[in-house]
Every structure is written in C-alpha cells, then in structure tokens.
T-cell receptor, first 113, second 112 residues
Framework: DGGITQSPKYLFRKEGQNVTLSCEQN?????MYWYRQDPGQGLRLIYY???????QKGDIAEGYSVSREKKESFPLTVTSAQKNPTAFYLC????????????FGPGTRLTVT | SQQGEEDPQALSIQEGENATMNCSYK?????LQWYRQNSGRGLVHLIL?????REKHSGRLRVTLDTSKKSSSLLITASRAADTASYFC????????????FGKGTKLSVIP
C-alpha cells in the first residue's frame, strides 16, 4: 500500500529535551511538508521540502529543524527553543507539479510537560 | 498566514439533511481544495476546483467557486453519520508557491 507513515502516534517529553518526529512516504513524491495543528485551529506550515537536500521555512519555523537526506524521509526535530511544543503534528507529501494535492500521514500528538 | 476562513465554525444536522460549508479567501488563487479530517487523524483530500471552474461534483459532494467574491462552498447531500468530521478549505496561490494555505475548518456533526 502506498502512503505516509508517521511515528510514533503519541509522544511524551520533558521540557528542555529535543524530540524528533518521523515521517516516511512511499508515494515517490518529491515535495514533503510539516504542519502543526492546535485545538480548534487550522494547519500552520512549519517547513517544506521540494527536493532532497533542500528545504524552506514555513510560517512558524522557529524552534524547529528538519532534514531531507532521502526522498522518502522528512524528519522534524522539535527543539527546546520551541516555546509551546505541545500540539498535533502532521506530515504531508505531494507531487512536484500543480495542483499540489497533498497526502497526509496519521499525525503525531506531542505532549511536553 | 491563514487565507481561507470557513463558515460556520460548527454545524450540527440530522442524518439525511444537506450540509453546506463556506470558505472565503483573500488573494487570487490557482485552485481551491477541500479536505476532511476525522477526529485525531490526518487530512484526506476530497475535491479540487481550479480557478477557471465554477462548479464541480464528486459523488455526494458539490463544490462551487466564485472568484469575483473570493469564496467557495462545499455541499454534502444526504448526509450520513460517517460524514461527521472537520472540513477544511485550502488555497493554492501564485506562481512558484508550493504551499497550501488552510483555513480553521468547519466541524460537522451528523446526528443519526
């Protein structure tokens, strides 16, 4: 089955620790995205990548970092500099051509205490 | 920045009724997409309408687009309890932009 996997589904961390969220896709998509969703809110773009070894900041990149060493993988690190990291994180991918219909993973719910 | 704004924020209807959700946006677009999100899950793409289209159908879904008013509507006919979810519009804007801009969503509850 083609799709996007995110792991783990739930993640708990202590304040001050960095944490890395996994995102893998086997859709052969060039573009990948990370979003943050807070309760009752829409999606806000953290980072996106159009091609391997290249990525761009989205609207709320501060306190986050990413890498894109392989086409299939786009991990997100939530650093201790992120002031309010507790949220639902969604990874998505799309083909590298219009229209950019996005395919989403199941999400990771991160709780930092 | 969020461009799409859905209206209403929440909608509760009886099974079998039609549900209409609206989306307004601010700048010119290439296309507008609607997504569904079941509670605690990822988003699923429902339907896309291009800027040169006015209406599109897919099963029980009907989408309209009025670029002069910068608005779109999603109609779900003969709703089912399984349609209970949040619905988001997302706009794809200008040249060179890979980004979709999502609204805050409409939470639809279909009561059996």
């Amino acid at each position: 089955d083609g799709g996007i996997t995110q792991s783990p589904k739930y993640l708990f961390r202590k304040e001050g620790q960095n944490v890395t969220l996994s995102c893998e896709q086997n859709l052969n998509h060039d573009a990948m995205y990370w979003y943050r969703q807070d309760p009752g809110q829409g999606l806000r773009l953290i980072y996106y990548s159009q091609i391997v070894n290249d990525f761009q900041k989205g609207d709320i990149a501060e306190g986050y970092s990413v890498s894109r060493e392989k086409k299939e993988s786009f991990p997100l690190t939530v650093t201790s500099a992120q002031k309010n990291p507790t949220a639902f994180y969604l990874c998505a991918s799309s083909e590298d051509r219009r229209p950019y219909e996005q395919y989403f993973g199941p999400g990771t719910r991160l709780t930092v205490t | 920045s969020q461009q799409g704004e859905e209206d209403p924020q929440a909608l509760s209807i009886q099974e079998g009724e039609n549900a209409t959700m609206n989306c307004s946006y601010k700048t010119s677009i290439n296309n507008l997409q609607w997504y569904r999100q079941n509670s605690g899950r990822g988003l699923v793409h429902l339907i896309l309408i291009r800027s040169n289209e006015r209406e599109k159908h897919s099963g029980r879904l009907r989408v309209t687009l009025d670029t002069s008013k910068k608005s779109s509507s999603l109609l779900i006919t003969a709703s089912r309890a399984a349609d209970t979810a949040s619905y988001f519009c997302a706009t794809e804007s200008g040249a060179g932009s890979y980004q979709l801009t999502f609204g805050k969503g409409t939470k639809l509850s279909v009561i059996p």
